[in-house]
């Protein structure tokens, strides 16, 4: 497609669970990005891929989250061990490059509630 | 501490009725400052970037412009249609990620 794709749209599931949250960017872009979305809140950054470069984490919560990116395309989220306050809306983002002139573009989200 | 602030939270204009949004934002090193709408159930969708003082931005009645301190989106006879979520974000200096604004909500009735 020619958008960001994310799947699944919506998630429910119960607390203590692992859920993995998938992103597959626009085709060509090295830059990959997931953001968090709370009620109430605006959108915090969680992680960035560049290419083949180390992650930049500094966003993650905690250690019950995860991020991987296989061959520079797909990424999926992992949050172990689920809390309630990990329901948010996670939103993935993708640029050609992650330069400052290059807007990102964002999938229509993944909307997770633990019960 | 960097930071992006959004005014109004939420603002409720009548169809023509022209008003304009603000996102002041602090970092160093401003590298870009960016407009996207959102609409309920949907990721934001690009509008516009600013990289420099004065610079100005236009798409149909939106008109966006950009200060040393602070950024405005002027909306122009405004439609129902544009009523959406109005978020700023600004390019962190380090890396490559967005410090996003809380967003502000526009209602614009007929």
């Known amino acids: 497609g020619a958008g960001v794709s994310q799947s699944p749209s919506n998630k429910v599931t119960e607390k203590g669970k692992d859920v993995e949250l998938r992103c597959d960017p626009i085709?060509?872009?090295?830059?990959l990005y997931w953001y968090r979305q709370s009620l109430g809140q605006g959108l915090e950054f969680l992680i960035y891929?560049?290419?083949?470069?180390?992650?930049?984490k500094s966003g993650l919560p905690s250690d019950r989250f995860s991020a991987e990116r296989t061959g520079g395309s797909v990424s999926t989220l992992t949050i172990q061990r689920t809390q309630q306050e990990d329901s948010a809306v996670y939103l993935c983002?993708?640029?050609?490059?992650?330069?400052?002139?290059?807007?990102?573009?964002f999938g229509d989200g993944t909307r997770l509630s633990i019960l | 501490e960097d930071q992006v602030t959004q005014s109004p939270e939420a603002l409720r204009l009548q169809e023509g009725e022209s008003s304009s949004l603000n996102c002041s934002y602090t970092?160093?090193?401003?590298?870009?400052l960016f407009w996207y709408r959102q609409d309920p159930g949907k990721g934001p969708e690009f509008l516009f970037t600013?990289?420099?003082a004065g610079e100005e931005k236009e798409k149909e009645r939106l008109k966006a412009t950009l200060t040393k301190k602070e950024s405005f989106l002027h909306i122009t006879a405004p439609k129902p249609e544009d009523s959406a979520t109005y978020l700023c974000?600004?390019?962190?200096?380090?890396?490559?990620?967005?410090?996003f604004g809380q967003g502000t909500e526009l209602s614009v009735k007929p």
């Open positions: 974000a600004v390019f962190y200096n380090q890396g490559g990620k967005l410090i």
């Open positions: 891929f560049q290419g083949n470069s180390a992650p930049d």
């Open positions: 983002a993708s640029s050609p490059a992650g330069l400052p002139n290059q807007p990102q573009h």
């Open positions: 600013l990289y420099s």
């Open positions: 970092v160093s090193g401003l590298r870009g």
């Open positions: 085709s060509g872009h090295t830059a």
